[in-house]
């Protein structure tokens, strides 16, 4: 059974920074993409960062240039360094691969407030 636990979030004024960190269970890590997802208040959940297994990241144009994906294959980690970050950003953010193909994690609350 595949597992997927996000953490990392928390509450942080416009302009601050956080990194959430996801671990993932399971050998199956190495050999796919895996991406950044988020769901905020009343909107659908939305892929804003993914990484190749030879990390080759891609970007959301609404995050590009903030946020940086990156990923560890030993420790089975995937992260994203939130930088200067807008009230808009608030969501929960999880992570999965990038073709969203296993269970779903509790996700991780992020908070921005202006």
């Known amino acids: 059974q595949v597992q997927l636990v996000e953490s990392g979030g928390g509450l942080v004024q416009a302009g601050g920074s956080l990194r959430l960190s996801c671990v993932a269970s399971g050998s199956f890590f190495i050999f796919n993409a895996m991406g950044w997802y988020r769901q905020g208040p009343g909107k659908q959940r939305e892929l804003v960062a993914s990484i190749t297994s030879g990390s080759y990241a891609n970007y959301a144009d609404s995050v590009k240039g903030r946020f940086t994906i990156s990923r560890d294959n030993a420790r089975n980690t995937v992260s994203l360094q939130m930088n200067s970050l807008k009230p808009e950003d608030t969501a929960v953010y999880y992570c999965?691969?990038?073709?969203?193909?296993?269970?779903w994690g509790q996700g991780t609350q992020v908070t921005v407030s202006s």
């Open positions: 999965n691969s990038r073709d969203a193909q296993f269970p």
